[in-house]
């Protein structure tokens, strides 16, 4: 299937013939490349299987085959308008850079209404173990002995719970004993406990055994995560504002974002904006910049294709010998 289609794999409901914040059977789409997902783009699962892995295999310098697949698990309070602009802002900026393999999205059913966080969450929750049942475990599945298919995670906000959440429950059902993993997973203002991604914490357990690499990106500007907002999140501060706890296991990287946004959204100096962030901001701008943002998208696509951690152009060791994000 051509590039100007995007894949997704829809886990809401259908009501009136429209996908709703709902819980439904698993779809796997096939979407327009202008278009919002919808009931009719509905294909077997297996073409879908088939398509986004021939989609994802590339060859690379030295004549071998590869494959890699990207799948966007998006956060709370986003309507489906939005889940496709983040998805495509993400596919576009990875394929500018040189990117040859697939993004997919796992699409919840999360509803449009920023009060609904608890709702949100709960559905989130219903529906996480179907991101590893019906789209891990099977893409891992295709595998050949001639081709390593490399399956990333990254997941923005409460996609990050949705990640965490699936590989706990995964790991707690007959999954348990199967092999599967992940090559690596990015949280983007992950909406997660910093504390629960401790080594050795029994929530965060699953989600580090089952992938090679964690990187997480926080920024101490992010209004969402604020733990100020007690009705919405509690007390216990975010990963994605605080970031990972100093006894995350070694696999885990932590790249400080805060110094990066305050030169992107400078209101005397929008230089960087109009370089770095050509579509503006999709969304509340210190929850969402990340998408369609050219130096998050560098540092992302340098992650799924392994270079080593330490040694990208976009990340610098600061003065408090941790990682941050500069230009």
């Not at 819980?23 to 299987?49: E, H, K, M, N």
């Not at 089952?210 to 992010?222: A, E, F, I, K, P």
């Amino acid at each position: 299937m051509a590039n100007d289609v995007d894949y997704v794999m829809s886990v809401r409901a259908v009501k009136n013939g429209a996908f709703v914040a709902d819980v439904g059977p698993t779809r796997f789409l096939v979407v327009p490349g202008d278009a919002d997902p919808a009931r009719g783009q509905a294909i077997a699962a297996s073409t879908w299987y088939k398509a986004v892995q021939t989609a994802g295999t590339w060859t690379n310098a030295d004549a071998q085959p590869r494959g890699d697949i990207v799948f966007v698990v998006h956060g709370y309070n986003v309507s489906e308008t939005e889940v496709m602009d983040r998805h495509r802002r993400i596919k576009e900026g990875l394929a500018a850079l040189g990117f040859k393999g697939v993004v997919a999205s796992f699409d919840w059913p999360c509803g449009a209404n920023a009060l609904a966080y608890l709702a949100d969450r709960h559905l989130a929750k219903q529906t996480a173990l179907r991101l590893v049942t019906d789209g891990i475990t099977y893409l891992s599945a295709k595998q050949s002995p001639d081709c390593t298919i490399n399956i990333h995670l990254l997941g923005h906000s409460t996609g990050a719970y949705v990640i965490r959440e699936a590989f706990d429950d995964a790991d707690d059902s007959s999954l348990k004993q199967a092999s599967w993993t992940v090559s690596q997973i990015m949280l983007a203002a992950g909406d997660v406990s910093s504390g629960s991604m401790s080594d050795g914490n029994a929530t965060a357990a699953s989600i580090y055994n089952h992938c090679v690499r964690l990187t997480n990106y926080s920024s101490r500007h992010d209004a969402v995560l604020d733990i100020s907002n007690i009705k919405r999140l509690g007390v216990a501060p975010r990963v994605g504002r605080v970031r990972l706890p100093d006894d995350a296991p070694s696999k885990a990287v932590n790249v400080d974002c805060s110094e990066y946004y305050v030169l992107l959204t400078d209101p005397v100096d929008a230089s960087v904006a109009k370089t770095d962030q050509p579509l503006g901001i999709a969304g509340v701008a210190s929850h969402s910049w990340h998408f369609g943002n050219a130096i998050f998208t560098r540092d992302l696509f340098s992650t799924v294709i392994g270079i080593d951690r330490n040694s990208m152009p976009t990340r610098q060791s600061g003065s408090d010998q941790k990682l941050h994000l500069v230009r």
